[in-house]
Each structure stands twice: as structure tokens, then as C-alpha cells.
């Protein structure tokens, strides 16, 4: 079983910055796929960043430059040039022991409840 606590959410103005923070506690972290995912209003879940087993990184294009992942006793999530459209609820996941595609949504098995972010213009 994991447990993910996130925190850090909050609401700023375009350009800003927001620090997420994940506390992941289980078994078995390192051979998981971990990652940040956010689910606007209205709109479909999607990967914001993932590591791989391997420790390989992986950011989704709308996001590279922007936000940095990193991870030691938390999985964290520095957010630099907030925009608008960044608005959505943001969580931390995990993957089951020894999954693969951590690029795939339907890896992560277990969740954070989930942070709010929100950029005005």
C-alpha cells in the first residue's frame, strides 16, 4: 500500500511560482513509477511529469522549461512562470510494483486527494 499527501497548492498571478510538495510513504517506492498529474474543471486528467524506474524524467511539453520535478523524502513540484491555463487540481501518484509505461495514466493505482492551483491573469 502507498499513502501521497500533497500540499503547496495556492492561488497567484500570472508569471508567479508555487512549490508542490507530495509525502509518499509504502513499500517498494523505488520500483514504482511516480508522478505528477492535474485535472482542470471540465477536462480530462492529464500527466504534468513522471519518473521512470530508472529515474528517467519525463515533462509534458506544455510544461518543460516551466516546472522541475524532484524527488528525495518528498516527490516535489517547483512551478516557475505560472499561466493561466496551469488553473487545475494537482496529484501525486504511484504506480504498482514494477509497472512500466509510467507514461500511461492507467499505471498509477494510488493518489493523493489532490492540491488546487490557480493563475489569474
Known amino acids: 500500500q502507498v499513502r501521497l499527501v500533497e500540499s503547496g497548492g495556492g492561488s497567484v498571478l500570472a508569471g508567479g511560482s508555487l512549490r508542490l510538495s507530495c509525502v509518499v510513504s509504502?513499500?517498494?517506492?523505488?520500483?514504482?513509477?511516480m508522478g505528477w498529474f492535474r485535472q482542470a474543471p471540465g477536462k480530462e486528467r492529464e500527466g504534468v511529469v513522471v519518473i521512470h524506474r530508472d529515474g528517467r524524467i519525463d515533462y509534458a511539453d506544455f510544461v518543460k522549461g516551466r516546472f522541475t520535478i524532484s524527488r528525495d523524502n518528498t516527490l516535489s513540484l517547483q512551478m516557475n512562470s505560472l499561466k493561466p491555463e496551469d488553473t487545475a487540481m494537482y496529484y501525486c501518484a504511484a504506480s504498482d510494483l514494477g509497472a512500466s509505461m509510467c507514461g500511461n495514466l492507467e499505471e498509477y493505482l494510488y493518489w493523493g486527494q489532490g492540491t488546487q492551483v490557480s493563475v489569474s491573469s
Open positions: 509504502g513499500y517498494g517506492l523505488g520500483s514504482r513509477c
